[in-house]
């Protein structure tokens, strides 16, 4: 079972940095693509940054590029995500999510843009101005 635990959220003022962490547990880590979103109250859910230990690709969306990076540390199986230059839009719940890519990567599939079907609890970033 794809069991996945987001922490390191808390409340920072702008400008500031916090690491999220993504533990994983119950798949062969290297098959999995792992994404962090965030959804912020009245607003539709947001893909913030994905990598795939398969190919080594990694995603994120302009809003955040060369602010967040996205890290993963296959002896713990957990993936993270830094987060610099923090800015009060940035405050949402984040979720981590997990979905299998080796078959679509093996046909040429980007792996971050296969839907993520597993999901873990958020944990809340609330930037302060």
């Known amino acids: 079972e794809v069991q996945l635990q987001a922490s390191g959220g808390g409340l920072v003022q702008a400008g500031g940095s916090l690491r999220l962490s993504c533990a994983a547990s119950?798949?062969?880590?290297?098959?999995?693509?792992i994404g962090w979103f965030r959804q912020a109250p009245g607003k539709e859910r947001e893909g913030v940054s994905c990598?795939?230990?398969?190919?080594?690709?990694?995603y994120y969306a302009d809003s955040v590029k060369g602010r967040f990076t996205i890290s993963s540390d296959n002896a713990k199986n957990r993936v993270y995500l830094q987060m610099n230059s923090l800015k009060p839009e940035d405050t949402a719940a984040y979720y981590c999510?997990?979905?299998?890519?080796?078959?679509?990567?093996?046909?040429?599939?980007?792996?971050?843009?296969?839907?993520?079907?597993?999901w873990g609890q958020g944990t809340q970033v609330t930037v302060s101005s």
């Open positions: 119950g798949f062969t880590f290297d098959d999995y693509a």
């Open positions: 990598i795939s230990r398969s190919d080594g690709s990694t």
């Open positions: 999510a997990a979905v299998y890519v080796l078959l679509a990567v093996r046909v040429g599939v980007y792996p971050c843009s296969v839907p993520f079907g597993s």
